[in-house]
């Protein structure tokens, strides 16, 4: 199987790369972007019996690995056979 996980700061999290990021767009004559917010996103593959099975050890992966949890949120965006 294979997973993508989308890793992202909380909201209420300051964003300083996403900032200079909006700031570059303004900068280069992207004015009606408004707000960016920086994020990463994992590419898995694994061995599970079931999509359930694949979510859990995603689940587990995400909070012990990929997220920081205090200051980030994890989505489980896709699972495909």
């Known amino acids: 199987m294979r997973a993508l996980v989308h890793v992202t700061l909380k909201p209420d999290v300051l964003d300083p790369q996403g900032k200079a990021i909006q700031h570059a767009c303004s ?15 994992f590419e898995v593959a694994l061995s599970a019996n079931s999509e359930e099975a694949a979510r859990k050890v995603l689940a ?13 949120d994890y989505e489980i965006v896709r699972i495909e056979a």
Do not use: D, T
């Not at 900068?27 to 996103?41: F, I, N, P, T």
């Not at 587990?60 to 980030?72: F, G, H, T």
């Open 27 to 41: 900068s280069l004559g992207y004015g009606a972007v408004e707000e960016v917010r920086q994020g990463k996103l």
């Open 60 to 72: 587990e992966l995400s909070e012990k690995l990929l997220a920081n949890p205090v200051i980030e």
